[in-house]
């Protein structure tokens, strides 16, 4: 296994950047996951490590080799794509043997190593049966199974969950998880599923335009998103953003929002505001608390909206133009056209200047 670096690495068609020098480190033995919007350039980014796209600028190593020039096959890493790529004429034993094969691998080495990896993945008893004859998420385990064969420096996973039902998703990010502890691998795994980031990863690289927005542990893009596009990326139900000015009264400071002017929402203290600074609030829904009574500085609003997954209901308010969600554990949510007084935890708000960046409570001595 190895580390692998970005260096300042650039991708461009034509007169067309797609990648903005990016500087990425993953550890060796890491689970590090690319996630971010169509077009964000992550899929680039990882078909550049596998040398399926060249690079325009910058370079690129696992280990302490520079790949940027080298051919796919010399780069020592092994790929799994989203549409599973098996051969159809082959058994799952032929596939997930053909890269050793490919090797000049002597048969007994090579049915010993897809024999590990059919243990590992569950596929002892489908290795004389034909891709046609397998589930969506089994085909998935061949296409793992024939990347583990070839013990790579690196393994790269390109949105291999895609194709796959909600439940057959969440089965095969516990078994990639799992895989990942047992191998102890470097993994790169790409999605545009924020979830599938969060549950998988080590640590999550949000990507935009080409360019990396934050790098961090899942506790620390959730809890301490580096701006305004991160904070909304990553959540659900969605973080609430309210933009407005901020103001100081008797209780200290507090905003109002630029949607409803009439309200005022309490702001926590510690924070250097300037006189009628525009900013952006943001709180998770689950930090809206509903109250029988008005909430303080006098919030309530009205259910426009419900909707209900089982224990959890994420239910929308509205107060006088202004909507937020608030999450609630239960199964007894509120009717839609009920009002209802709100508070928002206070100590759990973050606030993001006019440039979209998060700002930093002033050091304490």
Not at 141 to 168: Q, T, Y
Not at 300 to 320: I, M
Not at 332 to 356: K, S, V
Request: hydrophobic fraction near 40%; aromatic fraction near 6%; proline fraction near 6%.
């Amino acid at each position: 296994m190895a580390d692998v670096a970005f260096r300042g690495v650039e991708k461009t068609f034509g007169n067309l950047t797609v990648i903005h020098g990016v500087n990425i480190d993953i550890a060796d033995g890491e689970l590090v996951v690319f996630v971010g919007p169509s077009g964000c350039g992550k899929s680039t980014l990882l078909r550049m490590l596998a040398g399926l796209e060249e690079s325009t600028g910058g370079n690129i190593t696992i280990g302490d080799d520079v790949v940027t020039g080298l051919p796919p096959k010399d780069r020592d890493i092994a790929m799994v794509f989203q549409n599973y790529a098996l051969y159809p004429h082959m058994t799952v034993a032929e596939n997930i043997g053909f890269p050793l094969r490919m090797q000049g691998m002597s048969s007994g080495e090579r049915r010993e190593r897809v024999t590990e990896a059919a243990g590992l993945l569950g596929l002892e008893t489908y290795l004389e049966r034909y891709p046609r004859e397998l589930s969506g998420g089994q085909r998935q385990r061949v296409a793992v199974g024939r990347a583990i064969v070839r013990k790579p420096r690196a393994f790269l996973f390109d949105e291999p969950l895609s194709n796959l039902d909600a439940a057959l998703r969440v089965q095969m990010r516990k078994e990639v998880k799992l895989l990942h502890r047992r191998l102890g691998a470097t993994m790169i795994f790409v999605t545009h599923d924020q979830v599938e980031a969060m549950t998988l990863a080590d640590r999550i690289v949000v990507l935009r335009d080409g360019r990396v927005e934050q790098t961090g542990t899942p506790e620390d893009i959730y809890k301490r998103p580096a701006n305004s596009f991160v904070a909304s990326f990553i959540g659900s139900p969605p973080i609430n953003l309210v933009e407005g000015a901020v103001h100081t009264g008797p209780t200290g400071p507090y905003l109002v929002p630029r949607a409803n002017p009439e309200i005022a929402i309490q702001l926590p203290s510690g924070l250097d505001y300037a006189p009628a600074q525009e900013i952006t609030l943001g709180v998770r829904p689950e930090h809206l608390t509903l109250r029988n009574k008005t909430g303080e500085l006098g919030l309530e609003g009205k259910v426009v909206f419900c909707e209900n997954s089982g224990q959890e209901s994420a239910v929308t308010l509205d107060l006088g133009g202004l909507q937020l969600i608030a999450s609630l554990w239960g199964d007894d949510p509120p009717t839609i056209g009920h009002r209802t007084g709100l508070e928002i935890q206070t100590a759990n708000m973050l606030l993001f200047d006019a440039a979209g960046q998060r700002i930093e409570p002033k050091a304490t001595m």
